[in-house]
Each structure stands twice: as structure tokens, then as C-alpha cells.
């Protein structure tokens, strides 16, 4: 594996990849692996299924973090200011995010299999309306897709409901945490995963990670503009992309739940789509089965 932060869409960003660097001949990559990720969007939380990915396809695999949600440390570039640049963070600046980092480097002629998980699969719908882009793009895997109605969901209500109005204490708890000694924010929050059932081990860093308060409040704010801007489904891109998209749904989803697969299925009576006992923050305790299962998906492609 091999990581770092480079420039897309005038944000420093992070990119992980497996295989093959972002900047490696072209020539060499007849396919390719892409993952988007969900919000937060912290390519640490994907190691291991995208590693599981390329064990299983032997495809390179890239995997980009959105725009702020992954910090370079010791870096003499800071993040363009929030106040000042907060389309660069936002749903629509996301999706410009991917365009951007998609035109630049994806190879000339490589077949693409895209992945989108939760908002991301939101993102990589979007992406398909790219020609240049789309041409590439051999089959797009929305997992656990948030794709429509976010707000009225499950999640979606007690994020407005009592999350939204508590953003300005959240931040700064995650202030307080980061000042901190370092045992103690480590005990408090190996507490917070034992409870919570998050492998600590392999997820500790990247939880950490995100309760930077940089990082946080642009996770809060591209949540909030999930929930204002992601409203009905946009079944145009689907219908025009039917043989290239696959949705799988969770059964017990509470940002996309089991109603909306039905839903889609009676809409779209073509459209791939599956269930799966799965829950939607499958990147925790269920990674190499989800590989597995697209890894399956890929194969029979081909």
C-alpha cells in the first residue's frame, strides 16, 4: 500500500492505493479499482476492505478521502479556510472533488469498476454524468447507497433532531479532546469502541482522526448538506446507466433502509439490486465479506 496527499480541486487530499500509485505509468494499469468513500470520508476506515479487494482481483485499487476529511500532518499547506472556501466541502464541492481527481489521473484505457459507499455511491452517480469519465466505467457498486431522502430516514431524523442544534459543543468536546493527555484520550476513547463494538486496533488512529476539530466540522457540515440536498432519487442516471450500476442494501439500514430497496426494485424493475444482513458500517466488522461479495461481482463481469 502506498499513501499520501497530493492536490484535487484545490484541496490537499489524502489517497491511498493498492498496486499501483496514482502516478505510475498509465500504460501499465489495464484496470482498475476506485473506491469513494462514505462521511466521513477517512481513507483509513477502508484499508482493510480495499486491501481485501486487490488480495482477491489482483486489480489496482485507489482509494481517495474527501476534501478535509484527512489532515496531512507537518504539512506547510494548510486546508483552504473553512469560512471562506465552503464550497470546496460541501456535497456539490465533493462531487467537483472526485470529477477533478477522476479527469487528472484515471488511466487513457483502463477498464474502471467504481465503488461508492453510503454518500459515496451518491457521488459516484454523479460522476457518470461525466462522458469523459463514464466511458471508462465498466460497472458502479453502490453499497448501502444513500442516494434519495436521506432526512426522513431513521439516521437522517435524530442527525437533524438532536445532533444539528449540539454541532458547537461537539466541536468543542473535540477540542478538549485533542489537548488531552495522550493515555487518557486514548483510554477514554478505547472505552468508547468497546461499547460501541469498533475494533480498536486497526480503528483506533482513524477515530482519532476524525475527532480532530478541523476534520469534524467539515464532516458536520457535509452530513447537514446530505440531509437538505439529497432528496429524491435520481432515477434518470439510473435508468441511463442501468447495465452499469448495482446497489446493495442493507436489511437493517438506518440510512437506507430495507423500504427503499423495494421501492426502487417496483420503480426500476431492471435495476440491479440486492440485500444483505450486512449493517451499513460494514467497514468495521465486515470488510472481507463485502470484498468478497464485490470481488464476486467483478469476476463475473469479465
Known amino acids: 500500500m502506498n499513501e499520501a496527499f497530493v492536490e484535487v480541486n484545490g484541496v490537499r487530499t489524502k489517497i491511498a492505493t493498492w498496486g499501483r500509485w496514482i502516478e505510475e505509468s498509465p500504460a501499465t494499469i489495464k484496470e482498475l479499482i476506485i473506491l469513494i468513500p462514505g462521511n466521513p470520508g477517512v481513507v483509513g476506515f477502508y484499508?482493510?476492505?480495499?486491501n481485501s479487494l486487490y488480495e482477491k482481483t489482483d486489480i489496482p485499487v485507489w482509494c481517495l478521502s474527501h476534501a478535509g476529511h484527512n489532515l496531512a500532518e507537518n504539512s506547510i499547506t494548510k486546508l483552504p479556510n473553512f469560512t471562506e472556501?465552503?464550497?470546496?466541502?460541501?456535497?456539490?464541492?465533493?462531487?467537483?472533488?472526485?470529477v477533478d481527481f477522476l479527469e487528472k489521473y484515471l488511466p487513457h484505457d483502463a477498464k474502471v469498476y467504481l465503488i461508492g459507499h453510503s454518500i459515496g455511491s451518491y457521488m459516484a452517480l454523479e460522476v457518470l454524468n461525466y462522458p469523459g469519465i463514464n466511458s471508462k466505467i465498466i460497472k458502479t457498486y453502490l453499497l448501502f447507497p444513500t442516494i434519495e431522502r436521506m432526512a426522513v430516514t431513521k439516521n437522517g431524523k435524530f442527525l437533524n433532531t438532536f445532533v444539528r442544534p449540539l454541532v458547537w459543543l461537539l466541536l468543542f468536546c473535540s477540542w478538549i479532546f485533542t489537548v488531552l493527555p495522550n493515555f487518557l484520550a486514548n483510554f477514554l476513547l478505547y472505552i468508547y469502541m468497546?461499547?460501541?463494538?469498533?475494533?480498536?486496533?486497526?480503528?483506533?488512529?482513524?477515530?482519532?482522526?476524525?475527532?480532530?476539530?478541523?476534520?469534524?466540522?467539515?464532516?458536520?457540515?457535509?452530513?447537514?448538506?446530505?440531509?437538505?440536498?439529497?432528496?429524491?432519487?435520481?432515477?434518470?442516471?439510473?435508468?441511463d446507466n442501468i447495465d452499469k450500476v448495482k446497489l446493495y442494501y442493507g436489511k437493517t439500514d438506518g440510512w437506507a433502509p430495507e423500504e427503499f430497496y423495494g421501492k426502487i426494485k417496483q420503480d426500476l424493475p431492471n435495476v440491479d439490486a440486492e440485500l444483505t444482513n450486512i449493517c451499513h458500517t460494514f467497514v468495521f466488522n465486515h470488510s472481507v465479506d463485502v470484498a468478497a461479495t464485490v470481488c464476486k461481482w467483478i469476476k463475473s463481469t469479465k
Open 194 to 239: 468497546i461499547i460501541s463494538n469498533v475494533p480498536c486496533q486497526s480503528q483506533m488512529g482513524n477515530i482519532k482522526e476524525l475527532l480532530k476539530p478541523g476534520v469534524l466540522r467539515r464532516v458536520f457540515f457535509l452530513a447537514f448538506e446530505e440531509m437538505d440536498q439529497v432528496l429524491e432519487r435520481n432515477d434518470k442516471i439510473l435508468h
Open 85 to 98: 472556501h465552503r464550497n470546496l466541502y460541501g456535497l456539490k464541492g465533493q462531487v467537483k472533488h472526485k
Open 47 to 50: 484499508k482493510q476492505f480495499a
